[in-house]
Nanobody, 119 residues
Framework: QGRLVESGGGLVQAGASLRLSCAASERTARNYGMGWFRQALGKGRELVADVNSSGRDTYYAASVKGRFTISRDTAGNTVYLQMNSLKPEDTAVYYC????????????WGQGTQVTVSS
């Protein structure tokens, strides 16, 4: 399935916005679900949002619902995470992942991008 490359992380103040991007190097990624996870220091990895192959079905963790939006481009190989109204508790390394099964069995991961939200 090639590589997943994330970008768009950074340091922002609370209330600001960021948009993360994840580009898959293989065209077959368009046939698979894609998701964003995050892992804060000392905590486990959690699913933040995911989207199915068509882009029509999405899931959001309760902690980000209404603030984050996941989408994918028309070619289907890039997934975005628009993050608005960021909070300090959103600080984490954000990972993009690919789900070939369509059953939230994420088997391919990006290298992660750091998001830091200051209060």
């Amino acid at each position: 399935q090639g590589r997943l490359v994330e970008s768009g992380g950074g340091l922002v103040q609370a209330g600001a916005s960021l948009r993360l991007s994840c580009a898959a190097s293989e065209r077959t990624a368009r046939n698979y679900g894609m998701g964003w996870f995050r892992q804060a220091l000392g905590k486990g990895r959690e699913l933040v949002a995911d989207v199915n192959s068509s882009g029509r079905d999405t899931y959001y963790a309760a902690s980000v619902k209404g603030r984050f939006t996941i989408s994918r481009d028309t070619a289907g190989n890039t997934v975005y995470l628009q993050m608005n109204s960021l909070k300090p508790e959103d600080t984490a390394v954000y990972y993009c992942a690919l789900d070939p099964s369509g059953r939230r069995q994420y088997t391919y991961w990006g290298q992660g991008t750091q998001v830091t939200v200051s209060s």
